[in-house]
């Protein structure tokens, strides 16, 4: 086949696949959406994460680049740029996970001052990944963030899914972001990597006294839903307190690992799509926890 029929074939199979993940309800590569009930708080999602900006007068607060090995930070501030010329003030991080916060260098070139927990500025210094953009400033328990009329709560809420973890909070919008361990409409993702137990289910419980109404997650959930509520954080609570309570039982009863991980069934969870996939990995987190006290 010639140069010419190659690549005119490709293009034919590209437009071919494109319409066909059109038809099956593909969503496109990357989307900027505003958030409902609010004039300046959007969610930028590349592929199956997403992040948090707020525009002011003033400049744009975003969060996570969300970059490694793709090129969402160039893409997500030209996405900010068709909503606003204003400069881009601040980067912030939701915990030190590098599939989150790695690329940010196009977003530091462009002037924003980063900022994260001193815990993951604590391991971005120890490891330091060549993608990963170090923190200029450092939050201890709490700092507030005020640009343009808007006030960003930066909140430290303890060890869950990582020792380094912020609950971003919008108090006048009642809105929160924060990252990887309020999945919606599911169980924790695989082993629980760097999950600190029992400390995750005390900050749910902090999580859920404050004030707020809508959950901005780093990943959509089901269906492609990208906001949650005060009630998608009460289920994960359940959860957590529920599979604890299982593997316990299973742990005292001598069956962890491989019988816990094969007989602990949670059928009030099992409509959540990872159930099956993942379940049994919690299991094995929670038997770490029972049996080996980590
Ligand atoms: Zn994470």
């Not at 990963?132 to 328990?141: A, E, H, I, L, W």
């Not at 069956?255 to 007989?263: P, S, V």
Request: net charge positive; glycine share 8%; aromatic share 10%.
């Amino acid at each position: 086949m010639t140069r010419f029929h190659t690549a005119g074939l490709a293009a034919i199979m590209t437009t071919a696949l494109a319409a066909t993940a059109q038809a099956q309800g593909t969503p496109p590569p990357y989307a900027t959406t505003k958030v409902d009930g609010t004039q300046n708080v959007y969610i930028f999602r590349f592929g199956g994460h997403q992040s948090m900006f707020i525009v002011t007068p003033q400049g744009v607060i975003a969060t996570d680049p969300i970059g490694l090995r793709r090129p969402a930070a160039k893409t997500y501030i030209e996405e900010i740029q068709k909503i606003t010329k204003a400069p881009i003030k601040y980067v912030i991080y939701s915990h030190s996970h590098f599939d989150h916060i790695a690329g940010g260098q196009p977003f530091k070139d462009a002037g924003a001052v980063f900022i994260a927990h001193r815990n993951a500025k604590a391991r971005i210094d120890a490891l330091k990944p060549p993608d990963v953009v170090v923190p200029d400033q450092v939050v201890g328990d709490k700092r507030n963030i005020a640009l343009g009329g808007t006030t960003l709560e930066l909140n430290y809420v303890g060890k869950n899914h990582s020792d380094s973890t912020l609950v971003m909070r919008l108090p006048k919008e009642k809105i929160i972001f924060t990252v990887d361990w309020i999945p919606l409409q599911g169980v924790q993702f695989r082993g629980m990597a760097d999950n600190y137990l029992p400390d995750i289910e005390e900050g749910l419980k902090k999580v859920i006294a404050m004030d707020w109404e809508k959950l901005i997650p780093g990943h959509p959930g089901p269906g492609g839903r990208q906001t949650g509520t005060k009630d998608d954080a009460r289920a994960m609570l359940s959860y957590l307190q529920d599979l604890s309570a299982a593997v316990k039982k299973a742990a005292e009863e001598g069956k962890c690992y491989d019988n816990a991980m094969r007989d602990v069934k949670m059928p009030k969870y099992e409509n959540y799509p990872n159930y099956g996939a993942f379940l049994p990995m919690n299991v094995e987190r929670y038997c770490d926890f029972y049996n080996r006290g980590i």
